[in-house]
């Protein structure tokens, strides 16, 4: 499944894709965040995954999740969104600064703060 949605996420970012494609594309992508299980396909995605794209879909995905749906998720996924959040950034400000897995690392630290400012304003269930 996850490598369907990556699959979709990098057609929707190509210039190169014909809009048919795209339209499709899109419809995988939509389709995957309105899931119940969204929050954790995105996750897994943003963990396994290297691509600037698909990571920044996973962290936009997780926005949604916890803007819009957050009080409907069970405590257990309430409790597994903040532990993602806390134990990437501890990994995170562990890791040396020079540490290339990703060549736009610089552009995510952002978003994250966002998500993890908007979850610590949401009650722990």
Not at 16 to 42: D, F, G, I, L, Y
Not at 45 to 54: E, Q
Request: hydrophobic share 35%; charged share 20%; net charge neutral.
């Amino acid at each position: 499944m996850t490598d369907t949605i990556e699959q979709a996420v990098m057609a929707c970012v190509n210039p190169m894709t014909p809009q048919e494609v795209r339209v499709e594309a899109h419809k995988v992508c939509e389709q995957a965040k309105a899931s119940p299980a969204a929050h954790q396909t995105a996750v897994e995605m943003f963990c396994k995954s290297s691509t600037p794209d698909v990571r920044f879909w996973c962290l936009s995905t997780l926005e949604e999740v916890i803007k819009h749906r957050y009080q409907s998720l069970t405590p257990e996924s309430r409790v597994y969104m903040r532990q993602f959040f806390l134990q990437y950034i501890g990994q995170e400000t562990t890791n040396s600064r020079h540490d290339a897995k990703c060549e736009t690392k610089h552009l995510l630290p952002p978003l994250l703060s966002y998500l993890c400012t908007i979850l610590h304003a949401n009650p722990a269930a």
